[in-house]
């Protein structure tokens, strides 16, 4: 090469090397979503990154709000259900069970064992479903696009299961204030034992493809840590809070319905790959509650009694003037209901607490400091359904 | 150096583990339909598009009063010769009042059930119809009235 054009070269270079670095010492600022592949739902993050390094985070909320708190205090109890299906429509079935729930407890209405029974088989397979979802989904945003499918092709038969119990394949609607709105149908017990003996080899295979791929634990390990004290500070709970190895769950914890008749255990992070609280632990206590919930419904299946679905309750009935807070586990986290009555047919106000809520807001706390596409993974892990926000 | 070709071959060991699992089902039986051509059969207790049988009805607004999202929209009127149906548990029913107008949007409603689970007589019902996409908002809305 002659002399002058590897110095016209190296005079190249340094002017790259300079606009780069005044574009280094500038702050981009991005904006994820509303609308963002990677988004699960309608969220909008603002983030401010030097370089590849993000400084900043900014959510902003709101695209999904539909006023439900106050749409409840125009509806009466019953009419109410089916809004609480779409406050986390990937566990329909558990914010209903947690409606139905409060409103039993506040108007202090006796359930039939059978309709507890159904309830926590519901619950539990909606769990799976749910965590499923963030089996796919956590592979999609690490960049592996298989897994997706199969958690799909599982999900698909609990969504069958819903299907033959109340019709419908996403908005279920069954619970009802008193218990279910239907016994269960003809073939559904033989249906949720092939379920569970299909399913349990299903996420050994999970694990083969993903949970211990070297790839993806290099990708997820040590990435966007929660430590526990900044886990409870910003009242995080459910899978998200026993990843950082704090060992909560209020199925134990606080019990509500059948649950202290069930052996099963709460999976706690020890932090096997990496540090207690990173991204791989918040992904594989979930792969781990599957097979708890598993055994859950197992049982369940077992000892279900038979008798009444449903304890009639008046169409127009009126609840005590009182208040109540009931919290339950959902497979985000805890969802609560805070229900003031005074005594009229519909409520007089009612608030919902919900997990992901809680959990946005650790966000900016984790993934400050760490690569913009760190910040995609750790927003998946921390398993986010925006209209549960927003409400 | 051996630490990083170690490293290599684990990743590359870790991939091909994944790859058994993907190659046994590309040769497995696909769990996919091939919608419009091939449909799967709805089950028992779906819950598709409202329809109402105005004959049945007796005109007691109970759907129309639980219904969440008030989507139905019905007007009565008194008949001189009451005709006579069925309820659900197979009594008999004087129907004193015809229905004059019995529309359902069904871009609003959404399927709850509510409004089937407590018609005295069954009138109104969640059929198994579930492709009801139309060009225009009218068209949404279902007039069930003769
Ligand atoms: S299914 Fe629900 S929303 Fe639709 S018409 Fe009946 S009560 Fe109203
Ligand atoms: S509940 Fe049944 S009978 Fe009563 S008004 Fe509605 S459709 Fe008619």
């Known amino acids: 090469m002659p002399e002058s054009e590897t110095a016209k070269q190296s005079e190249g270079f340094s002017e790259l090397s300079r606009a780069v670095s005044t574009f280094v010492g500038e702050e981009l600022v991005i904006n994820f979503g509303p609308q963002h592949p990677s988004m699960h739902g309608v969220l909008r993050l603002i983030v401010k990154s030097e370089g590849e390094i993000v400084s900043e985070i900014t959510p902003v909320i709101g695209y999904l709000h539909r006023g439900m708190e106050k749409i409840a205090e125009r509806l009466n109890y019953h009419q109410f259900m089916p809004y609480t299906d779409r406050i986390d429509y990937l566990a329909s079935m558990n914010c209903n069970f947690a409606y139905a729930a409060t409103v039993e407890k506040l108007a202090g209405i006796e359930i039939p064992k059978r309709a507890e ?133 209020l199925r134990k914890n606080e019990p509500y319905s059948i649950y202290p008749e069930i052996d099963f255990d709460i999976p706690v992070s020890s932090g096997e790959k990496g540090m207690v609280g990173d991204t791989w632990n918040r992904y594989i206590i979930r792969m781990r509650e599957m097979e708890e919930s598993v055994k859950i419904i197992r049982q369940c ?91 | 150096m051996i630490k990083y070709f170690k490293q290599i071959i684990t990743e590359l060991w870790s991939i091909l583990k994944g790859m058994k699992i993907t190659i046994k089902y590309f040769f497995a039986k696909p769990t996919t ?26 005109s007691c607004l109970y759907c129309v009063n639980i219904c969440p999202v008030s989507c139905i929209d019905l007007e009565g009127e008194k008949s001189d010769a009451p005709a006579k149906v069925m309820n659900k548990e197979g009594k008999a029913m004087k129907r004193i009042k015809t229905v004059t107008k019995f529309d359902v949007n069904i871009a609003q409603c959404i399927q709850c059930g509510f409004c089937a689970e407590g018609c005295p007589t069954a009138a109104i019902y969640l059929s198994k119809e579930h492709e009801n996409s139309a060009l225009s908002r009218e068209e949404l809305i279902k007039h069930y009235a003769k």
């Open chain 1, 117 to 249: 029974y159904i309830r926590v088989i519901m619950a539990e397979l909606n769990r799976i479903a749910s965590h499923l979802v963030f089996f796919g989904t956590a592979g999609l945003e690490s960049g592996a696009w298989t897994p997706i499918v199969y958690a799909f092709r599982e999900r698909e038969y609990i969504v069958d299961l819903f299907d033959m119990t109340c019709g419908q394949r996403l908005t279920y609607n069954y619970f009802r204030i008193g218990g279910v709105a239907d016994d269960l149908p003809k073939g559904f017990m033989e249906k949720a034992r092939a379920f569970c003996d299909y399913f349990e080899p299903k996420i050994k295979e999970y694990n083969e493809l993903l949970s211990y791929n070297e790839i993806f634990i290099k990708r997820t390990a040590n990435v966007a840590v929660l430590p526990p004290e900044t886990a409870v500070k910003y009242s995080v709970t459910g899978p998200n809070l026993r990843a950082s190895g704090v060992k909560w769950d």
């Open chain 1, 301 to 391: 299946l077992d000892k279900i009694p038979e008798g009444d679905y449903l304890t009639k309750v008046p169409r127009l009935f009126k609840a005590p003037p009182g208040e109540v807070y009931c919290r339950f586990e959902n497979p985000r986290g805890e969802l609560g209901f805070y229900l003031i009555s005074d005594g009229g047919k519909s409520p007089y106000r009612l608030k919902i607490r919900t997990p992901s809520f809680a959990h946005l807001w650790v966000l900016p706390e984790i993934s400050t400091g760490g690569m913009i596409s760190d910040l995609i993974v750790a927003f998946g892990s921390l398993d986010l359904v925006v209209p549960e926000i927003d409400r």
């Open chain 2, 33 to 58: 339909v091939q919608y419009p051509e091939e449909r799967i059969q709805m089950t028992e207790r779906f819950r598709g598009m409202v329809k109402a049988d105005t004959d049945k009805c007796i």
